[in-house]
């Protein structure tokens, strides 16, 4: 999928130099002595004690692998607001106007959403994109030291369809309805590539996964560990046992 979607393109601005087709390569790499940063929870975020669990014990997976595996995580104080401002920035874009027109059909979460980025100056977009570029210089700074940084790919379980978010972990309150996904949204503020890999199952048969996210612009080395991972585990073969 990668070899035909990546390549340059002039059409955008962003768009990476290398062909796609080095996507069509085997993935195999020998990790011997490959640092890598492990984090429970991206220093002090709620997470679910039965994720943390799962995940403790494919630590050994990694060292299994020939890594070289340490606690530590970089230093992710504003990448809270970063999300939360840019999220908002970007639903008063997408929906003021319908919001203006159409409030009594939208949903609760996307009108508060739409109505905090409609509230945002240009002072606090500025800021904000300022502490961006502070943020990836911090993270940037750590991935030098380590090729990897390994987390829960979600801070719960997976939870009942009929519950529309998580508004707690372990008696933590989130104050918003997507803070529950911060180990990700953390993430995607720092436009390091990403990937979430099957990492086992709860004791009650949930699944689990592993994010594991690489340096700038290395898509191919976050493909080649989760590859390494997923041929070490087989999780991704695997389906838990049905409920009775």
């Not at 799962?54 to 070289?68: K, S």
């Not at 809270?80 to 979460?109: C, E, S, W």
Request: proline share 7%; hydrophobic share 40%.
């Amino acid at each position: 999928m990668l070899s035909a979607m990546a390549g340059p393109d002039r059409r955008s601005p962003i768009a990476i130099a290398d062909p796609g087709d080095r996507f069509r390569a085997p993935l195999g790499r020998d990790f011997k002595g490959v640092r890598i940063a492990w984090s429970r929870d991206l220093g002090g975020l709620p997470v679910d004690r039965r994720v943390t669990k799962v995940l403790d014990a494919q630590r050994a997976t990694l060292e299994g692998l020939g890594c070289h595996v340490e606690d530590g995580q970089p230093d992710f104080a504003e990448a809270r607001q970063i999300f939360q401002v840019l999220r908002a920035l970007n639903f008063a874009t997408r929906y003021g106007p319908l919001l203006a027109k159409h409030r009594h059909q939208m949903k609760d979460t996307v009108i508060w959403n739409t109505e905090e980025g409609l509230k945002l100056t240009a002072r606090e977009i500025g800021e904000v994109d300022v502490q961006r570029t502070r943020l990836y210089h911090r993270v940037r700074e750590f991935m030098e030291r380590h090729e990897f940084l390994l987390l829960p790919a979600a801070q719960v379980p997976p939870f009942d369809v009929t519950q529309p978010y998580i508004t707690e972990i372990d008696g933590v309150h989130l104050p918003t309805y997507i803070d529950w996904m911060r180990v990700c949204s953390d993430i995607t503020v720092t436009g390091l590539p990403a990937i979430s890999v099957p990492a086992g199952f709860t004791d009650d048969g949930l699944p689990v996964g592993l994010q594991i996210v690489g340096r700038h612009q290395d898509e191919w080395g976050v493909l080649q560990l989760a590859h390494a991972f997923e041929q070490a585990t087989g999780f991704g073969r695997r389906r838990p046992p049905l409920a009775a």
